[in-house]
């Protein structure tokens, strides 16, 4: 009679068994599940956090004006977010396309789908390069040079003289030594 016992709790044995097989291959499955949605999701969940990590910083919109100096400025404060943002070229692109309303935003799709046409690469650089070529041409450039090149003291304080030369320098192509 012990034996049919034994059989018994032998077949309880080998259920439990195929039940935790069963049981560990739906975890493994649970898992692999989990795991590939978990890798799509880091690369939409570190975009959006970069996003608002960008609207934190409040970066400004630009609408095209005509102010050589408000469109230098603008860039060079988008330029200060991506540097404390560490951002990617690809990133930066993207963003200061964003920010871009209203004239400079059609100015932009313009822009944009002439260069791909011609198969020019679209890229940060590019955009630096076309933005101030609009914006802020060769001939403002070089008339702040000339400025800045002319700029004396003269009547001015030392706090006014210093704070035209820190402007103009910016505008100025050639190495300058702290001197």
């Not at 939409?44 to 970069?50: C, H, I, L, W, Y």
């Not at 200061?96 to 002439?114: F, I, S």
């Not at 040079?145 to 402007?167: I, K, T």
């Amino acid at each position: 009679m012990a034996r049919p016992q034994y059989d018994q709790i032998v077949r309880a044995m080998e259920m439990i068994a195929m039940a935790m097989q069963q049981q560990s291959a739906h975890f493994a499955q649970m898992e692999a599940g989990r795991a590939a949605t978990e890798a799509a999701r880091p690369v939409v969940a570190q975009e959006g956090r970069d996003l608002a990590e960008f609207g934190g910083c409040q970066p400004p919109q630009f609408r095209g004006d005509s102010d050589p100096n408000v469109a230098d400025q603008w860039l060079r404060e988008m330029g200060r977010i991506f540097s404390v943002l560490g951002s990617s070229d690809e990133r930066k692109l993207a963003y200061v396309v964003y920010m871009l309303v209203g004239e400079a935003e059609y100015w932009w799709r313009g822009t944009r789908q002439m260069l791909e046409s011609r198969g020019v690469l679209v890229d940060w650089d590019c955009f630096r390069r076309v933005f101030l070529e609009k914006y802020f041409p060769d001939s403002v450039r070089y008339s702040k040079e000339a400025e800045f090149m002319r700029l004396h003291q003269g009547s001015l304080s030392v706090s006014e003289y210093a704070m035209r030369f820190e402007h103009l320098v910016r505008s100025y192509s050639q190495g300058i030594s702290e001197a």
